[in-house]
Nanobody, 124 residues
Framework: QVQVVESGGGLVQAGGSLRLSCAASGRTFSSYFMAWFRQAPGKEREFVAAISWGGSSTNYADSVKGRFTISRDNAKNTVYLQMDSLKPEDTALYYC?????????????????WGQGTQVTVSS
C-alpha cells in the first residue's frame, strides 16, 4: 500500500511554469506506476501523464504533450510534473495516482491510490 501527497500548485499567469510534486510513503515506491490526472470545474477527471516504474517510459495526453514533463526520483519517493507554457485551460485540481499493474495507463480505474489534489490556476 502507498499513500501519496501532492504539492506545488498555485496561481500563475498564462505562459508561466509550475512544478508539481507527489511524495509517496512506503519503501516500495519503485514498484508503482505513477500518473497525474486533473479535474477542471464542471468537467470529468482526465488523464494528464504517466511514468513507468523505473522512469524509462512516459505517456502524455495530447493536450499537454510538448508542454508538460513527468519524471520520478525513486530514491526520494517522488514523482514530478513540470508544466511549462501554461494555458488558462490547464486550470484544474491535479491528482497524483499510483498502481502496481496498469493495463490502460490513461484510465482512472487502473489506479488504486490517489492523493487529495493540488490546485493549479492559470490566469489569462
Amino acid at each position: 500500500q502507498v499513500q501519496v501527497v501532492e504539492s506545488g500548485g498555485g496561481l500563475v499567469q498564462a505562459g508561466g511554469s509550475l512544478r508539481l510534486s507527489c511524495a509517496a510513503s512506503g519503501r516500495t515506491f519503485s514498484s508503482y506506476f505513477m500518473a497525474w490526472f486533473r479535474q477542471a470545474p464542471g468537467k470529468e477527471r482526465e488523464f494528464v501523464a504517466a511514468i513507468s516504474w523505473g522512469g524509462s517510459s512516459t505517456n502524455y495526453a495530447d493536450s499537454v504533450k510538448g508542454r508538460f514533463t513527468i519524471s520520478r526520483d525513486n530514491a526520494k519517493n517522488t514523482v514530478y510534473l513540470q508544466m511549462d507554457s501554461l494555458k488558462p485551460e490547464d486550470t484544474a485540481l491535479y491528482y497524483c495516482a499510483a498502481t502496481q499493474s496498469p493495463g490502460v495507463v490513461f484510465a482512472e480505474y487502473e489506479y488504486d491510490y490517489w492523493g487529495q489534489g493540488t490546485q493549479v490556476t492559470v490566469s489569462s
